[in-house]
Each structure stands twice: as C-alpha cells, then as structure tokens.
C-alpha cells in the first residue's frame, strides 16, 4: 500500500502500528457578525443581561460610506432607557457605522431642528432605526394635541409621520426602516404599519441587526448543480 505521506506511527499498548494520514489543508474558520468588535469597556454593558464576547477576529464590512450611515430615532422612556441607546450607538459606530442621534448633534439642532431632521429622513442613504418602547408607541399613537407635548415629543411624531408616508408611496414596502425592540417593549408596541415587516429584539437578535446593517443574509443556498441524467426504458 502507498502512502501519499511518510507514515506516522501510533503505538497502543507496546505494539507499533503504522497508520496512512492524508494531508489535510488548514480549514479556514468563516466569519460572523458575531465577530464583530465591542467597543471601549465603557460602552460593552448595554442593557442588564448583554455580556461582551470578546473576539479574537475581526470582519470589515465591504460597504462603502454612504451605505453605512444610521439615524437613530427614539423616545426618552427613563435615563436607564437613554443609557442604552446611548450604549447601542456607540457599539454600532465602534463597528464602522455612521451612525447619528439627536443627543450627539445638539449644536446641529439648535441651528435648525428641521434641517437636522430632513437630513436623514431625505437622503435614502441612510438607513433609519426605530427603537420601539412603551414610550415611543404612546408618543406616535397618540391624538393630536390629546396631550401636551414638548419639543422633544414633536419631533418625534415628526420623524414617525414622515417615516410612514414614505412607506406608504413605496407601496408599503419597507426599504431601510428596522423596527427594533428594546427592553420592556413588546410586540404590541410596534405601530401597526410596522407589523408587517421584521422586528428585532435587543440584544437578543444583536447579530441579525448587523446582518441587516451590512445587506448580507443569514443563510446562503447552495450553487445550482447540473440536472440528473435520467435514462427512459423502453417498454
């Protein structure tokens, strides 16, 4: 018998043994979102039960710049909720993604809080997440004027009015909105135009939400092969 390699010797119990082992390439370990680099160990905690992982590798999103802008929008349920955007931002930037919220542009807002707004909502670049909390689905759902409303909750029907009408000229078809679900929220607390499309849950679905991010699927199929030979007999 030929070897394709020198022998190795394996011995079992005093008795020699000679064993043919074909050369193996080194597999090459494929690459996840879950790969993805945390951020600095102030932004690594977001919410109460999200631990980092850390990750030897790293992946580099194949995405030019203008596919990687992000606009945030939200409501400010409590400042534990606010810590946790604040958190989740700076993850995604951390990843490579231009991503933008209000409470990083106050100078921006105060020159024009229009402007501010129109900016992300008018350039399709962008892709705009909706964080969804109890909060939020009050705030959009809300009669107008049912309640007294600050500033900040005008802007937000703002944001949620404009995101809407776009969805419906799209032919309710939903292009880069991602409705994603924060502590506390359920699904119920999604606006009912949002139902029909994905909802994600954080942090749960944190390597979903990157897949979204980078426009890469889950699962690939496998390549189309050749058709079978069938042979008929004849009768």
């Known amino acids: 018998m030929l070897c394709p390699v020198p022998p190795r010797t394996v011995q079992q119990r005093g008795n020699s043994q000679q064993t043919c ?6 597999r090459t ?3 996840y979102p879950g790969d993805f680099r945390h951020p600095a160990p102030a932004y690594t905690q977001i919410g109460s039960n999200f631990q980092a ?6 992946l580099s ?13 939200y409501e400010a349920d ?5 810590n946790e955007v604040i958190s989740f931002v700076a993850l995604l930037r951390h990843n490579g993604f231009d991503t933008h919220i209000d ?7 105060s020159i024009s809080k229009i402007d501010f707004m129109e900016r992300y909502l008018s350039e399709k670049e962008y892709l705009i997440i909706i964080i969804i909390s109890p909060k939020y689905y009050s705030t959009v759902t809300a009669p107008p004027m049912g309640h007294e409303q600050d500033e900040r909750t005008i802007n937000t029907v703002y944001i949620h009015k404009q995101l809407q009408n776009e969805f419906i000229q799209n032919g309710s078809k939903n292009f880069r909105f991602i409705p994603i679900l924060f502590p506390g929220a359920k699904r119920c607390h999604v606006p009912a135009w949002l139902q029909n499309t994905n909802v994600y849950s954080w942090p749960r679905d944190r390597d979903d939400i990157l897949r979204r ?9 496998p390549p189309i092969g050749d058709l079978p030979t069938i042979v008929s007999i004849p009768i």
């Open 103 to 109: 409470i990083f542009e106050q100078q921006f807002r």
């Open 29 to 31: 370990r494929p690459i």
């Open 21 to 26: 082992m074909a050369s193996v390439p080194p």
């Open 53 to 58: 992982k850390e990750k030897t590798s790293s």
């Open 78 to 82: 409590s400042d534990k909720h606010v």
């Open 213 to 221: 991010l980078m426009r890469v699927e889950k699962y690939n199929p």
């Open 61 to 73: 999103a194949p995405l030019s710049l203008e596919q990687r802008r992000v606009f945030v929008t």
